[in-house]
């Protein structure tokens, strides 16, 4: 299998800060360890979270998580080397005060400077660049301000070539030797060793999340500007791989050990948006699948699931109780146990990760304290039924009644009593066909006539030249960016063979003040919890578009992810406190960006480090929560195997903990994966935990014959999963070699059988042979004896 290496796999859970906390020892075992989960869960009654999920947070909030507190320095160093450059260009006006061509004529002449031998001015010039992606914020007077200048500039530099300047810069400074040998033999890495990277990925950073916004005010000159962008970005420019794919590349350099220096944080939050630029958001998504559904003769979707589910949060309060499972019943010794045990089995699945592998407007965050009591009416989703639940429907009922079964055929009822046939009708009423089952249905269709059906035509979308561009070194992708997550988990603790993710965060001299400490702690965990942000975002996105592109692209994908122990891995970042974690405040506001450009930083006290914003939840963790359950819905959703994945890891106490997180989304993903695994949980926890398999009834979308509640399901028998794991990869691996594996003499080249035309096919002979012709032929031929009975035998 593949596994990635990352730190802190035998940690112990973390507090809601991410402060990792050692296990104390403990003179009555089972009672202490019954003590430290009611203490670490807790007993606070959690109001109605209004959290609006979307494709990101505002846009001031995005921008500001690029930069660290450490490197706030910086923007005084930005500002000093713009305004020197300046002043010998331009004499006696600022920035704000010249005319567009008078900017487009001295964003050339920095174009110009930048193409100098010397590192240090050239650092210059790019600082310069950065200072008016930033808004020019000198010449401000408020954050809205910079805000608009620093979109209107970001424009200009586009227009101007910057980012196709920018990106050769960043080709020579990923392949710096000398940098990278430099940051490999030193002890610490600091935030000085990555100074020229940082500078290059903010810019462009600044431009790809400035230029993707939309808004309805943009001219046609920026609308025109931005699809330009988005399709030189997307394919394949001037024989270079798209750009994702380079960041890619940068995250496996890395996590190899051969690049400590890359400021890991910015890299991932530009592939972040980078693949959100190009392949779209949420809804863009969502548009894409009802056209592709169209195209292929589907009927229209009755719903879209996570649309519905926004509008209805105010419903999923779950079971209209103050606390659901503040009364639920008590967890019993045997499923502590199990919960103990299930800690122990993740941290020893997560050792394996240490092995090398083998192959719009920022939304509302109020917290409402007044109870509510709501009464839903109906079922809050449509009821799907699969081809192949009623086939199995069928299949049953022609047993019990006729005595034997007619295949795959759904339409012959004969001999069937009045109600089965009701009862196939209802299930026809609600049948679902995906995507995916058109798509499947029509590679065994071509893996079946590959010559009676022809070369499949595949559109080169986007999405499929970022496919075809990570194929070869997909599992290298997946197993690099789980073991970042792994390493940003705030249940991991640090080892000394760990992956360095901090190097763009530590500064050059360590904090000497217990405030610069407080200041630097507040700096990691919110680094970390970026890091945990972007990766999770990623991940999600590219397994839903991969999915709508084509389903074997989604497996392939999928498959890695599992066989790099991503199952654990997310089940591991859960055993904690979530609570804690999505109120966390790891931010000090007068230290984010543009607020910190406005006006003078303040003096550090106690009180300017806790001064933070009014939320009562941090945005972006709880957006990765949700991004990490919606990931591990989509690696086990109809995988047995995978399923029993959760069950071995005893995930099932964890998931629950998760519920008193009174969030629709949230607990609703939770839900899920809670379903699918009951029939597998045994009769003693369903009836312990009636409340959730109430909620679970109540909540989730119904699947009209399916027995999830009692284990009677024939798939419930946990017998060759292993085959059906295999089966998948042999699909896949069929799929990508049909499609990407084209080799010109494959067996299916057309071979000429006439004898004339063989024969008379003109041969490049070496120059001498007409020479010895005929003694290779008394030699080879004339003088070796052919045994015909033989030959005849052979043959």
């Known amino acids: 299998m593949e596994d990635p290496a990352a730190p802190g796999a035998g940690s112990p859970p973390a507090d809601g800060n991410g402060n990792g906390k050692g296990k104390q020892a403990a003179p009555k075992g089972r009672e202490a360890f019954r003590s430290q989960r009611r203490e670490s869960e807790g007993s606070v009654d959690c109001p109605t979270l209004e959290f609006e999920y979307g494709d990101s947070d505002g846009h001031a909030a995005e921008l500001s998580e690029l930069y660290s507190y450490t490197e706030n320095l910086e923007f005084t160093t930005n500002r000093r080397c713009f305004e020197e450059d300046f002043k010998t260009q331009v004499q006696g006006k600022e920035w704000l005060e010249l005319e567009e061509d008078a900017q487009k004529a001295y964003v050339m002449g920095l174009l110009d400077r930048l193409e100098v031998v010397s590192r240090e001015r050239r650092l210059k010039v790019a600082r310069a660049v950065l200072y008016l992606a930033q808004g020019t914020f000198g010449e401000c007077d408020s954050e809205v301000d910079v805000l608009h200048w620093s979109r209107y500039n970001c424009f200009l530099l586009y227009q101007m070539g910057t980012f196709s300047a920018f990106l050769e810069l960043l080709h020579m400074e990923i392949d710096n030797s000398q940098a990278c040998s430099s940051a490999l033999r030193k002890p610490a890495i600091s935030i000085a060793d990555s100074t020229e990277l940082r500078v290059l990925l903010s810019v462009m950073y600044l431009m790809v999340e400035n230029i993707r916004l939309e808004r309805e005010t943009d001219s046609c000159g920026w609308r025109t500007a931005r699809d330009t962008f988005r399709t030189e970005l997307s394919f394949s420019m001037h024989n270079e791989e798209p750009f994702a794919l380079l960041l890619f590349s940068m995250v496996t350099k890395f996590c190899s050990g051969l690049a400590p220096h890359f400021p890991i944080k910015k890299v991932l939050l530009l592939l972040w948006k980078v693949v959100m630029f190009t392949l779209g958001g949420f809804e863009h998504l969502q548009a894409l699948k009802v056209q592709k559904r169209a195209e292929l003769g589907l009927p229209p979707l009755a719903e879209d699931s996570i649309q519905q589910l926004l509008t209805k949060q105010d419903s999923l309060d779950i079971y209209n109780e103050r606390d659901l499972f503040k009364t639920e019943e008590p967890a019993t010794e045997e499923e502590e146990e199990s919960t103990g045990d299930g800690e122990r089995t993740l941290d020893g699945e997560l050792d394996l990760l240490e092995q090398d592998p083998l192959v719009p407007p920022p939304p509302s965050q109020t917290l409402l304290s007044a109870e509510r009591v709501a009464f839903p009416k109906g079922l809050p989703w449509a009821p799907k039924v699969r081809q192949k639940d009623i086939e199995h429907f069928l299949e049953m009922s022609r047993n019990k009644f006729i005595g034997f079964t007619l295949g795959q055929d759904t339409d012959t009822l004969v001999g069937l009593p009045r109600p089965i046939h009701e009862s196939v009708k209802t299930l026809k009423q609600h049948k679902y066909v995906s995507i995916a089952d058109v798509q499947i ?101 590219l397994l839903k578009h991969f999915k709508l592109n084509h389903i074997y692209q989604f497996e392939y994908v999928s498959q890695h992810l599992v ?210 012709y005929e003694l290779w032929l008394e030699r080879e031929v004339f003088s070796q004896p052919i045994c015909w009975e033989e030959l005849l035998q052979n043959h």
């Open 441 to 541: 249905k029509n590679e065994e269709e071509l893996e079946k006539c590959p010559m009676s059906l022809g070369e499949e035509m595949v559109p080169e979308t986007p999405c499929e030249i970022l496919y075809q561009g990570m194929l070869y070194s997909l599992p290298q992708y997946m197993i690099a960016l789980l073991k970042i997550l792994l390493a940003a988990a705030p249940t991991s603790k640090a080892k000394t063979d760990s992956i360095n993710i901090l190097a763009d965060v530590l500064p050059e001299e360590m904090p000497i003040t217990v405030l610069q400490s407080m200041k630097l702690g507040i700096d990691v965990n919110r680094h970390k919890e970026i890091i945990v942000k972007s990766i999770s975002a990623l991940l999600l996105l």
């Open 563 to 772: 066989f790099a122990n991503c199952i654990p891995l997310i089940l591991k970042f859960f055993n904690q406190n979530i609570l804690s974690y999505i109120t966390a405040k790891n931010s000090i506001s007068v230290l984010d960006y543009p607020c910190c450009t406005i006006q003078d930083l303040p003096e550090l006290t106690t009180e300017s480090l806790e001064a933070g914003d009014n939320n009562q939840f941090c945005w972006r963790n709880l957006f990765s929560c949700i991004n990490l359950l919606r990931l591990l819905n989509k690696l086990t959703k109809w995988k047995h195997s995978r399923t029993m994945m959760l069950v071995v890891f005893k995930s099932a106490p964890i998931l629950k903990r998760a519920l008193k997180v009174k969030q629709a989304m949230l607990q609703l993903y939770v839900l899920k994966l809670l379903k699918i695994q009951t029939k597998y949980l045994g009769r003693q926890w369903r009836k312990s935990n009636m409340k959730t398999m109430s909620a679970i009834y109540q909540k989730v979308r119904h699947r009209m014959n399916d027995d999830w509640a009692y284990g009677n399901d024939i798939d419930a028998r946990p017998w060759d999963f292993q085959a059906e794991e295999c089966t998948l990869r042999a699909n896949i691996e069929a799929f990508n070699s049909r499609r990407y594996d084209r080799p010109q003499d494959s067996e299916f080249s057309p071979v000429d059988n006439c004898l004339q035309s063989v024969l008379g096919q003109r041969l490049d002979l070496p120059e001498d042979f007409h020479y010895s």
